[in-house]
T-cell receptor
Framework: ETGVTQTPRHLVMGMTNKKSLKCEQHLGHNAMYWYKQSAKKPLELMFVYSLEERVENNSVPSRFSPECPNSSHLFLHLHTLQPEDSALYLC????????????????FGPGTRLTVT | GQNIDQPTEMTATEGAIVQINCTYQTSGFNGLFWYQQHAGEAPTFLSYNVLDGLEEKGRFSSFLSRSKGYSYLLLKELQMKDSASYLCAVRGNAGNNRKLIWGLGTSLAVNP
């Protein structure tokens, strides 16, 4: 148990559906992340929130819409997805400060395995 | 461009020692991380190096040479449960601890 939970763990949706992924962290961190993990590709950073403000968006299609209502919760709203969006979606959290020589490593949730049909 | 290279797959025997290499080319360097990911599970943090040298943590050690853009993860006294993917990641932007650049991962199979 890493202190980061995600629901649902598995999701199958059609291309016309709307669904949301939820992430919650119990570690007192102030930064949260969404990653996409696909086979034979490195982890792709999608969004970063720091102190509830979106600070990074790596050219993700608008069919993915993040929401961070507070420092403990993060959502990823999905609509009109494509089959190539099928992947493992991982949420992570960390402390966000000038690292100096500190690790401030990211803690990951178990992920949501998404299948778009 | 920014790039991290690590072997795709490795095989080792229970009780042995294995070294997983990682080379990187990034714009700036502010630390290198190793994570372990079992199939179907979340990546979990193993080690962090920001200065040259060896960091030891029980059966796992991690080495960094910044001048060579090179790191390795050393696993001793291998156990079956060490079968997993090992991810190398570099924090490339000093003063910004958010963005990590990830390798593809090395899938390690430990055989009896």
């Amino acid at each position: 148990e890493t202190g980061v939970t995600q629901t649902p763990r598995h999701l199958v949706m059609g291309m016309t559906n709307k669904k949301s992924l939820k992430c919650e962290q119990h570690l007192g961190h102030n930064a949260m992340y969404w990653y996409k993990q696909s086979a034979k590709k490195p982890l792709e950073l999608m969004f970063v929130y720091s102190l509830e403000e979106r600070v990074e968006n790596n050219s993700v299609p608008s069919r993915f819409s993040p929401e961070c209502p507070n420092s403990s919760h993060l959502f990823l709203h999905l609509h009109t997805l494509q089959p190539e969006d099928s992947a493992l979606y991982l949420c992570a959290s960390s402390q966000n400060r000038d690292p100096g020589q500190g690790a401030y490593e990211q803690y990951f949730g178990p992920g949501t395995r998404l299948t778009v049909t | 461009g920014q790039n991290i290279d690590q072997p795709t797959e490795m095989t080792a025997t229970e009780g042995a020692i294995v070294q997983i290499n990682c080379t990187y080319q990034t714009s700036g360097f502010n630390g290198l991380f190793w994570y372990q990911q079992h199939a179907g599970e979340a990546p979990t943090f193993l080690s962090y190096n920001v200065l040259d040298g060896l960091e030891e943590k029980g059966r796992f050690s991690s080495f960094l040479s910044r001048s060579k853009g090179y790191s390795y993860l050393l696993l001793k006294e291998l156990q079956m449960k060490d079968s997993a993917s090992y991810l190398c990641a570099v924090r490339g932007n000093a003063g910004n601890n958010r963005k990590l650049i990830w390798g593809l991962g090395t899938s390690l199979a430990v055989n009896p």
